[in-house]
């Protein structure tokens, strides 16, 4: 069974930064893209980014580029997000995600993950 669990959420003020973590139990962590997605009250889960399995391909969200940065540490079964320069807006709960590699592209959608993490809230305040 893959179990996901997230930390490093918490209330910090705009500009400032949060490092989330992801670590993932079970075998086969190198075959899964991770994913970061997020989802405020009131609003869908969307998008934030994505690692391919081979750590060769990043996707970002709009709202994260030139902000966030995903990495991923296969030895140690780790999908990290590191936020900078933290909005208001970015004020959600985060959710990590596994995608089974099955070729083709890199996913993003909410639909293509198959497992997910409890979440962890971050909160921004203005």
């Known amino acids: 069974q893959v179990q996901l669990v997230e930390s490093g959420g918490g209330l910090v003020q705009t500009g400032d930064s949060l490092r989330l973590s992801c670590v993932v139990s079970?075998?086969?962590?190198?075959?899964?893209?991770m994913g970061w997605f997020r989802q405020a009250p009131g609003k869908e889960r969307e998008f934030v980014a994505v690692?391919?399995?081979?750590?060769?391909?990043?996707i970002y969200a709009d709202a994260a580029k030139g902000r966030f940065t995903v990495s991923r540490d296969n030895a140690k079964n780790t999908v990290v997000l590191q936020m900078n320069s933290l909005k208001f807006e970015d004020t959600a709960v985060y959710y990590c995600a596994a995608a089974i590699e099955r070729g083709g592209s890199v996913p993003v959608a909410v639909r293509n993950y198959d497992y997910w993490g409890q979440g962890t809230q971050v909160t921004v305040s203005s």
């Open positions: 690692i391919a399995w081979s750590g060769g391909r990043t």
């Open positions: 079970g075998r086969s962590f190198s075959r899964y893209n």
